[in-house]
């Protein structure tokens, strides 16, 4: 099968590139490298490199296209790259006719909440990326070939992090949409583009709503160094259990923002790109939006704020928690009344966190830990929603 991954220099699109490609795919990497360079230009005063992505990693990795030859070398498998702006109708539409895919996963998205939420420039920079490459890719789709099945992420905060709604069913596309920022507005914005598209084209669109992902390490880019994945652990790009996992190996105390009992899905890499293929290999009816919530485990925070402190101590680490300063507008302390469990009905043996952080994530971490940059451990709280309480003057600038 043909598969397109867009994204594939990212953090999740890396690891499903080689993951399909070790599996027999025939996959075409597709990346602008934005995450690297051009969202630099949004760099505000007070908010260095962070910002930007390129200095961000915790070691640095090669750019996709690089990374590939190292993978042709070691696997023997040939993966093609493709450097294209998704948010050009006319890349999009050459894209797509020149690699004739039957699937196209899509990550190339801006993917940062707290980004989006650091001025009015960001908002609306996440909003027109996501949306349009999005929309480029559906009107493509219908174009050349709408047989093309679409695996879109999306994200559980397109629920809302409020419970507004006894339990939402997976698979339910009429659920009240609440994002809680302006990067979830814009993955409510895109299931809105899939269903509507999807309806009237007949298109093939299968809408994930992913949890917070955790973890690097996957059997593929754990085989050489020039294979590995990128891993960011500030508090822009960085997501919770990750920058936990190294305030927690750099024996800082793990800072959960407010009372800590507010409820996110999760999923380990290793599961999450599992679970894009197993939608590659169900795709959903011409016409039929399929909707999957891509998450294996509801913890809260402070939970999983436990979690990562007793795995540390399973590597001889004490680090307390310490609850700080929410620089986030939301309920601190609520269930997230969800349901899911497609991807085990159709063969996902899911990974739990705390086999996962013991058994392969704090170790592989702890290699890097005297690389970590103190100032982008330390300043977690970096971009702050209540901004706007400041007479909509940016606090840090
Ligand atoms: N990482 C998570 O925890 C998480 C959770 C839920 C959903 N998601 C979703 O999964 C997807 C991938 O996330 P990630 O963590 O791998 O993000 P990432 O930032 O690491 O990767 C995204 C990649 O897409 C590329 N890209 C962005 N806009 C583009 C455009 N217009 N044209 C071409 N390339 C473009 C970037 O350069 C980057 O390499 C995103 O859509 C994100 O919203 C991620």
Known sequence: M???VLGADGYCGWATTLFLSARGYTVTACDNYVRRHCWDKYRLR???????GENSPLYPVAPAEER???WRGLSGYEVPFVRAELDSFDEVYDLIKKTSPDTIVHFAEQRSAPFSNLSPQHALETVKNNTFSTYNLLEAIARINPAIHLVKLGTMGEYGYTPHKDVIIEGDIDFPKRPASPYHMSKCMDSIALEMMGRIYKL??????QGVVYGVATAETSMHRNLYNRFDYDGVWGTIVNRFCMQALCGVPLTVYGAGGQSRGFISI?????????SIRNPAEPGVMVVRNQITEILKVGEVATLVQEAAKTL??????ENTYNPRIENENHLLKVSFG????????????????VGTELKFLSRFSAGVDNHLLLNQSIADWRKHENN???SDV
């Open 392 to 394: 909509g003057k940016e």
């Open 2 to 4: 043909n598969v397109l």
């Open 204 to 209: 093939c669109v299968t809408d994930l709503h």
């Open 68 to 70: 590939l030859k190292s």
């Open 46 to 52: 007070g908010y260095p490199t962070v910002v930007a």
């Open 270 to 278: 290793e599961d999450a790109i599992r679970c894009v293929e197993i």
């Open 316 to 321: 001889g680490i004490n680090v307390s928690i």
């Open 342 to 357: 497609k991807f085990q009905t159709l063969g996902l043996t899911p990974h739990a966190m705390r086999e996962t952080l």
